[in-house]
């Protein structure tokens, strides 16, 4: 048996340990401390249930019960032909208050290779539409969001390939970004697809961009979730709460994913600045 078989032996029994109840159980959603900024990362399969139905407005009422005040989707879009977007976007704006971040390209897209941010009181900075290196078409977006309350956002809204190799490369791509953006606390949000935690993750390599990467939550498959596929990484870590995954019988049913969250603390992102700034002056 190979050193993945292990692993993933290891955190399957770990979460068989760990059992929740079933699906439907009257059970509350992990909460996190509460910051200045909720933020939240849902891959919605096509809004495909895990019964096999196509219902938006799930998906919708999921994002309405996280209550973000930044959230990034993935798989908000068709995959082939004209990616068509799959969400009422109308619906979720007045339901939620969440406005999207607007790209180019297909003019019935949501997002970008399927990525969409959505986002409550603000204004959008910019915004840069990334193709990631790969075998597969994969993507993610690069915005600034100006906060109503003051200050601002970097987010990185990604979804990494199915192939390690292909993910190393993402990865790469993503940390010369990363190493540039410590003007202004930036967050790395998505299904990043990758399960490992040991040498052989290709996550390790943001380690030498962002150092220590926080504990992973895991939230796939969603009904009885196993693997840490999605997750939310800070330039900042003192800034980030611990992630946490929104789990609802709803959220159980909407996609084959679980939503994360985190809250950021902008404070504490002003604190690292302070400290950077003094290490550099000595």
């Given at each position: ?24 159980a ?23 249930g ?37 969400l ?5 704006e ?60 970097r ?10 190799r ?17 003007d ?9 697809n990758e ?48 992630v946490?995954?929104h789990?609802?019988p ?27 700034d003094?290490?550099?002056?000595a």
């Amino acid at each position: 048996m190979d050193r993945l078989d292990i692993t993933l032996r290891t955190t399957l029994l770990r979460r068989i340990r760990q059992k929740r109840g079933p699906a439907g159980a009257n059970f509350k959603p992990d909460s996190v401390a509460r910051g200045d900024l909720l933020v939240a990362s849902y891959n919605v399969h096509k809004c495909v249930g895990t019964d096999g139905r196509f219902d938006p407005a799930r998906i919708v009422q999921v994002i309405r019960e996280i209550g973000a005040d930044v959230i990034a989707l993935q798989e908000a879009d068709k995959r082939f032909g004209e990616r068509d977007g799959l969400l009422d976007l109308d619906r979720l704006e007045r339901e939620t208050g969440l406005a999207r971040v607007p790209v180019l390209g297909r003019a019935k897209a949501h997002g970008w290779h399927g990525n969409v941010v959505l986002f409550r009181r603000g204004s959008v900075r910019t915004v840069r539409q990334i193709s990631l290196p790969g075998l597969e078409p994969r993507g993610a977006i690069l915005t600034e969001i100006e906060l109503e309350g003051g200050g601002a956002v970097r987010i990185i809204a990604a979804h990494f390939g199915l192939l390690r190799r292909s993910r190393t490369r993402q990865v790469d791509m993503i940390c010369d970004i990363m190493r540039d953006s410590h003007d202004i606390p930036t967050l790395l949000m998505g299904d990043l697809n990758e399960w490992r935690v040991n040498d052989r993750s290709a996550l390790n390599l943001l380690e030498t961009a962002l150092g220590r990467l926080p504990a992973t939550a895991p939230s796939f498959p969603s009904r009885f979730p196993l693997l840490a596929l999605d997750r939310i990484i800070a330039n900042r870590q003192a800034a980030l709460s611990p992630v946490a995954v929104h789990d609802t019988p709803l959220a159980r049913l909407a996609s084959d994913h679980l939503p994360i969250k985190a809250s950021v603390t902008l404070a504490a992102a002003a604190n690292h600045d302070l400290a950077s700034d003094t290490r550099e002056a000595a």
